[in-house]
């Protein structure tokens, strides 16, 4: 009953915001656990007016004005935005443009990060359905550690965007987020084709493999798509993984930490090339843990040879090892396009519309409808939005300062905008 009362509100308030304007910034409030600060924006107050009595309609106009955008943004809702972390780069720019799309379409928001802390999200979101939101967009720390907070948004009646990382859950509505598979096929393809692996002949080339956290439902994805990619080098003898560690399991990093990444990198150096031996390539799923594997080559690695290696996200200090040449590619994922669609995506679901691969049409983003590749639980299916990854290499760095969010300095190197 909420929600259709809400849908029907919404479609009032979408024609009132026609009326007086689009881009009302409604009020909102912005927690962030991991810095436990509050800010409240709020622009109800903000006009004033001074008018003399010969435009005093003028002014009245103005307050009416104002009175109804404030009702738009009231009547667009009100959103929990839940995100994992502040020290991993990429969360900070995710609940930005989060945050900004949201408000700038009229909706009331609350963003917290939990410092990767999963009892810490529990409780961000617990006291989100306590402030009453009408949609919860939640990236998750652990996707299997959040079936009390979810149910709880189930017999709430509040839906749930799963964002970028798949919780584990039959409340969750609908998954946005990249094709996660083809993020790791990408890293793995750019190793077979830059190593030229299909016309290798005897040559050999060693290898290690650096995961990402095992609570992250991702993470698995990344190793898969990469695996599979050069499955049959590795068979081959092609490509030979030194240490042996080769399982998901043994390669993993906990909460993708850079300093887990570097000592299980300086572990593997000291005790498989200490003698001299070639290391010639480390696949890492994420930039994160690919600057942990790139200081540790830097300080412990004997050889002279370059070492190829992997990353994902764009991280400022990756774009910049990039350039110098100490890591080779990353996986670009706009994340700006991400928040888009979901901002798409749950108007479509607060106003009841249906909801299907037409939906992509309003997105003006390259994105891909899913309902086969995911499941929440065994069995159940969960309906998908998948944007497109991009390679880098330092060839390309020009595509990230073409979408805008980047700009290259006069030294070459790269900043978020
Ligand atoms: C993954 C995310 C990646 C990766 C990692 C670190 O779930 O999709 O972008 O960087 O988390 O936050």
Not at 50 to 58: E, F, G, K, Q
Not at 160 to 185: E, H, K, M, P
Not at 341 to 358: P, Y
Not at 392 to 403: G, P, Y
Request: charged residues 20%; contains cysteine.
């Amino acid at each position: 009953m909420k929600r259709k009362l809400l849908g029907a509100l919404l479609s009032v308030a979408m024609v009132a915001s026609l009326l007086v304007g689009c881009g009302s910034d409604g009020g909102s409030t912005t927690t962030t656990a991991d810095s436990a600060t509050t800010e409240t924006n709020d622009n109800a107050d903000a006009a004033t007016d001074t008018a003399a009595d010969d435009s005093a309609d003028t002014a009245a106009d103005t307050e009416a004005d104002t009175d109804a955008a404030a009702d738009t943004a009231a009547a667009g809702g009100k959103i929990g935005i839940s995100m994992p972390t502040q020290s991993l780069e990429r969360w900070n720019r995710d609940g930005a443009y989060l945050d900004e799309q949201f408000k700038a379409a009229g909706f009331e928001t609350i963003l917290t990060y939990s410092d990767n802390k999963s009892e810490q999200q529990v409780n961000d979101i617990q006291n989100m359905l306590a402030e009453d939101v009408d949609l919860l967009i939640i990236a998750a720390i652990d996707g299997g550690a959040l079936n009390t907070v979810l149910n709880e948004a189930a017999e709430a009646d509040i839906p749930v965007i799963s964002y970028d990382r798949l919780i584990l859950n039959d409340a969750v509505s609908y998954y946005v987020s990249f094709d996660n598979y083809t993020v790791g096929q990408l890293q793995g393809q750019f190793i077979a084709d830059t190593l030229d692996l299909e016309n290798a002949g005897d040559k050999v080339y060693n290898m290690e493999i650096t995961a990402g956290d095992p609570a992250d439902n991702n993470a698995p994805y990344f190793y898969n798509g990469a695996v599979d990619a050069l499955q049959q080098y590795i068979d081959a003898g092609t490509l030979n993984i030194v240490s042996g560690q080769t399982e998901f399991d043994a390669v993993a990093t906990e909460q993708w930490n850079t300093d887990v990444a570097l000592e299980r990198a300086q572990n593997i150096l000291s005790s498989y090339y200490a003698d001299g031996t070639q290391l010639d390539v480390w696949l890492c799923s994420n930039d994160s843990t690919a600057l942990g594997v790139s200081q540790a080559i830097t300080s412990d690695y004997a050889g002279s040879n370059s070492v190829l290696i992997t990353g994902q996200d764009g991280d400022e200090a990756n774009l910049k090892n990039i350039v110098d040449g100490v890591q080779t590619m990353t996986v670009y994922k706009n994340v700006s396009n991400e928040a888009i669609v979901t901002l798409s995506l749950a108007q479509a679901m607060l106003a009841g519309s249906t909801i299907d691969a037409s939906l992509i049409d309003s997105f003006g983003i390259d994105c891909a409808y899913d309902t086969e590749s995911y499941e929440t639980t065994e069995g159940h299916k969960c309906p998908s939005f998948l944007l497109v990854p991009n390679v880098i290499t330092k060839d390309n760095l020009q595509e990230l300062v073409d979408t805008g969010l980047y700009t290259m300095g006069d030294d070459g190197y790269l900043s978020a905008n």
